[in-house]
């Protein structure tokens, strides 16, 4: 009934400002590790409605977004809707199946195979670490073993429902399997999860594969997916450590700048704690370039950046280059859950000047142009995998 309940109080949200809470109430205390989003009938009327997708219609929707971004850089409404009811655990109702019908459970079980390929887990789990070749271009076991309350492009891959992700959890085999599937993708992708908390790190061959994670966008989709996958199976609390490396590989070391735009738009929103994405967030600014396209600070501040204002010196400009004390095999540190409050002081100060909100002048510049057509091809490929 909860969900049903819940369904009759959700308002659909018609603004990317209406999907997003993240700055809605920024304190330092809020966001213990707890879901602090805003509850379903408390959507705010706040900006102007924006290009608003009909799902049926994704891929047009993608490419309209798309368009209309290289020339004038803004956050992706699909996206942030996509997100939005992921966090809110999708309030549509659905009817509940039998237990006999958890085929989700069922293929984590070993007892199906995954259709159409006709493989069992067990089978993935031992023969298929490290064949990168398998992972890239089979585009069906991803839906089976990362299942979401949503339809993929797999149409043989189930939905889950509520009543089966509670039987999922408390299933020890399953869990267990779904940790070594994620352990595979994330060694796929150059990363290696180092304990039990969920902290990562580069693995040994994160330089081969970082660069294929570069030029393979489709996996971006894949990335996604996990993330959600992570949250609705009881892994919430791995998520922000993925997160920040990715965005620290992408925004501070470049070894991933095609990524950029997809963890910003859509990796950080995976996150239900609003206080964990702020301080994502808020690691992401000052490492952005150019700052004046950064499009996910508090809204209130941005459009303060509008107004005239003393300059910002150089210096005060400069993002700092961070690095963990702790380093990894390859040399990166150990990413942890990111904590709130992280680097707060330095970037407030110049709030106003770094966010979205620079003259008209300014953004016709051609350098910051290209960037904007870099940021455009960068948009993610959104039909979700």
Known sequence: MGNLTA??????????????????????????????????????????????????????????????????????????KDLYKYRHSYPNYKEPRQPHEYRNL???????????????????????RGDYDQLEHNHTYIQWLFPLR???????????????????????EAKRRFLMAYTIMLDFFGIKLVDKSGNVARAANWQDR???????????????????????LGFEAFKPALVRLLLEESLVEGTLPNMRHSALEYFVYTLRDRAQ??????FAR??????DNFLWGPPGRRRAAQAPGPALSAGAAAPSRARSPREGRGGRGRHSPTREGEGEGEEDE????RD??????????????????????????????
């Not at 700055?23 to 705010?44: H, M, Q, T």
């Not at 079980?109 to 887990?121: E, F």
């Not at 000052?286 to 700052?291: D, G, I, M, V, W």
């Not at 979205?356 to 995998?385: I, N």
Request: some cysteine; glycine content about 6%.
């Open 7 to 80: 369904s009759l109080r959700y308002k659909e949200p018609s603004t990317v400002e209406e999907c997003d809470s993240t700055w809605d109430s920024d304190s330092e205390g809020e966001g213990d590790g707890g879901v602090a989003e805003e509850p379903l009938d408390a959507a705010r009327q706040v900006g102007a409605p924006i290009y608003s997708p009909r799902p049926e219609n994704q891929q047009a929707a993608m490419l309209v977004e798309t368009v209309e971004s290289s020339s004038k850089m803004k956050r992706s409404f699909y996206a942030a």
């Open 106 to 128: 069922r293929f984590y079980l070993n007892k199906i195979p995954l259709v159409p390929d006709g493989i069992y887990v067990e089978e993935i789990l031992t023969k298929w």
């Open 150 to 172: 949503e339809q993929g492009l797999n149409f043989f891959a189930q939905e889950l429902t509520q009543d089966e992700i509670k039987e999922f959890q408390s299933t020890r």
């Open 210 to 232: 970082f660069r294929h994670l570069n030029e393979s966008q489709h996996n971006y989709l894949r990335i996604t997916r996990i993330l959600k996958s992570l949250g609705e």
């Open 277 to 282: 994405r702020r301080a994502l967030l808020r």
């Open 286 to 291: 000052r490492h952005y370039h150019p700052p």
């Open 350 to 353: 110049v709030e106003g000047a």
């Open 356 to 385: 979205h909100g620079r003259s008209a002048a300014g953004q016709r510049s051609k350098g910051k142009e290209r960037r904007s057509r870099m940021d455009a091809d960068d948009y993610v490929q959104t039909v979700p995998l």
